[in-house]
């Protein structure tokens, strides 16, 4: 696909111009629910049963953590999140891409840290947890349960990264938004400081589901599970410069959330381009798509990078020169 803007521009690339790759992955979701309580989370049962990297949504109520799920995994509209209703259960996300993820997003109404609770069915095999905090809302309840929940769980799963995700930051003016971000970092650093634990794994990100902030965010979380992100890093610097693009991205189609991307800075105009252009082509192969024959692509590696597979082309918007090229697992 590839567009002239009329004013004399070729749909070919020109060195100089900007190009970006986007190259996405085949993935599809599958989404389970299971009852919240410890009898619904038996070791050995679901949660063991393979070893894909959980990362954990967490929070108080009504923070924003089941929007994020689903703006991200389930392609919902931001705007739709206002009639979701509170979650009761744990919802698992799984996401199929050159990694198996599971995304679980957590009820906030449980006490996670009661004694009583089966802490290991939770976070046992955890890689990354999200703390999801409602900007617009008083954060001193959120950042005191977060220190609790970390100074709780340090010991015991000493390998969980923590992200926080200052959320709702587009109801926020800019000056605001800065202002409440540095308070919510020194209030966690401080209050950490206090019970003795320096320099916490803590990364911090202004979200919000109504931009491309969210996708942004989760792909740099996501990112910290990967245990192969050099060798991606290094194959895309590699591609980037070999075909002269500005920026290539790994995409995992379904959820926009990028698994690497070349070691160039990230241009989020850029990104919020490709990503854009992957909703276009999954919406148009939706329409006008055809059963391609997944498993035998899974299963034959020639078959994989044969010429079924979808490839896009958009010249010159907004500057940019966009090309899109499906790969999946075993093409690598
Ligand atoms: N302005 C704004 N509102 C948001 C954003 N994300 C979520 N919301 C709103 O926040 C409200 C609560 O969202 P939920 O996703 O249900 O919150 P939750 O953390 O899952 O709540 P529980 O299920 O009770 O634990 C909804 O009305 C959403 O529309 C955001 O980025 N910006």
Known sequence: MSRNDGDGEEDSPKPDDKSTASISSAAHEETTQVNALNGGLEPGNFLHIDHKPRLLLMGLKRSGKSSISNVVFRKMAPHETLFLETTTTIRKEAMHSFMDFQVWDLPGQIDYLDPEFDAESIFGGVGAMIWVLDAIDNYMEPVSRLTETILHLQHSYPDIKY??????????????????????????????????????????????????????AFSKVMQGLVPQLPTFEALLNTVSASCKFEKAYLFDVYSKVYIASDTTPIDMKAYELCADLIDIIVDMSEVYGWDRGKDQQETDPSKAVASQSAESFVSNIKGYHLYLKEINRSAL
Do not use: C, W
């Not at 401080?190 to 990100?205: F, H, K, M, S, V």
């Open 163 to 216: 992200s926080v995700f200052i959320h709702k930051v587009d109801s926020l003016t800019e000056d605001f938004r800065d202002d409440t971000m540095r308070d919510v970092r020194q209030r966690i650093t401080d209050d950490l400081y206090d019970a003795g634990l320096e320099n916490p794994p803590i990364t911090y990100y202004g979200t919000s589901i109504y931009d491309h902030s969210i996708f942004e």
